[in-house]
């Protein structure tokens, strides 16, 4: 069975930002290297736009062929699933309440701009919208704390 | 250009997608258990990236004439001098974490949990992409009114 380290994995993902950057060309916007809010944008909107002749938003590395991240971290996972034979279908209670809770984070996430991965990767670029966000992120994650504490309570 | 782009991408998701299911990482539940337990463990994902990224940077940036804005704060930001676009940035961070607590995940980690046949997952994703749809269709133009009025 592998195991790996969340300290390994997040410095790989980190590592694979500034090699994105410097030697592939994922950008603009700089710092793009992994985003899992314009990425999985990109890959939406190219293809409805393929499909229907839409003209939705992409960011300039997607214009002619998007960019994959999505697609292989899919397939990774599966990888990881299917080698490790923990596949195993679990029908939500209130499928409803994760349905919104997936709507809300792309809606406020695309208008940051920034997922909570990307972000890091934007505060370590030194950019100060990505500063400002963090710092409107933690007020986020301390308001929805007190909500859970709160809903426990009652 | 565009292809090498398309298959590295597609090549670092796939070991980044095989690393974080064998870890179980995610960016969100490391500050999560930080403010509710003062749990520590998901934050090694976290510091990890912080890490990686920053050694990446500072290696990288000059061999690199694709990091020649680098750090952003010291070359004009595109938007970094605009108080609405800040405004948005912070209502945006602000609503983005608070959701990605309650769906016990960032949207990285639902991306992989939904490969296990988590069906939380399969159906916030759902969800997400539902939304990248109305934010096109309503909420950006919502937005640009705002970045125009002021």
């Known amino acids: 069975m592998v195991k790996v380290d969340k300290l390994t994995a997040g410095f790989f993902t980190g590592l694979w930002a500034a090699i994105a950057q410097a030697w592939v060309g994922v950008l603009p916007p700089s710092a793009f290297g992994i ?38 971290v899919l397939i990774g996972a599966s990888l990881a699933t299917i080698q490790h034979k923990e596949f195993k279908f679990k029908m939500p209670r209130n499928p409803l309440d994760h349905y919104i809770n997936g709507f809300m984070v792309a809606v406020f996430g695309l208008l940051l701009g920034y997922c909570s991965v990307h972000i890091i990767m934007g505060l370590m ?26 809903r426990v309570r009652r | 250009m565009t292809l090498t782009v398309s298959l590295a991408t597609l090549v670092a998701g796939i070991v980044i997608g095989y690393l974080w299911q064998r870890s179980r990482s995610c960016s969100i539940s490391g500050y999560r258990d930080f403010f509710l337990f003062r749990d520590t463990l998901f934050m090694r994902t976290i510091i990890g990236m912080a890490l990686g990224a920053l050694i990446g ?44 607590v309650l769906a016990e995940g960032c949207p990285l980690r639902q991306h992989v949990n939904a490969t296990t046949g988590n069906g939380m997952s399969i159906f916030y994703l759902l969800g997400f992409y539902s939304g990248i749809l109305f934010f096109w269709l309503v909420v950006s133009e919502i937005a640009a009114l705002f970045l125009r009025l002021f």
Do not use: Q
């Not at chain 1, 966000?133 to 007020?139: I, K, L, T, W």
């Open chain 1, 35 to 72: 985003c899992f809010i314009s990425h999985p944008n990109d890959l939406f909107n190219w293809t409805i736009n393929k499909l229907f002749g839409t003209s939705f938003y992409v960011h300039d590395p997607s214009i002619d062929l998007p960019v994959l991240t999505v697609i292989g």
């Open chain 1, 125 to 150: 670029y030194g950019s100060i919208i990505a500063l400002t966000g963090f710092a409107a992120m933690m007020v986020g994650v301390t308001l929805a704390v007190r909500y859970i504490k709160w």
């Open chain 2, 57 to 100: 940077y500072l290696l990288f940036y000059r061999f690199s004439s694709l990091m020649s804005d680098f750090p952003l704060y010291l070359h004009n930001e595109p938007g970094a001098n605009s108080i609405p676009t800040l405004i948005l940035a912070a209502i945006g961070g602000l609503g983005y974490a608070f959701f990605s």
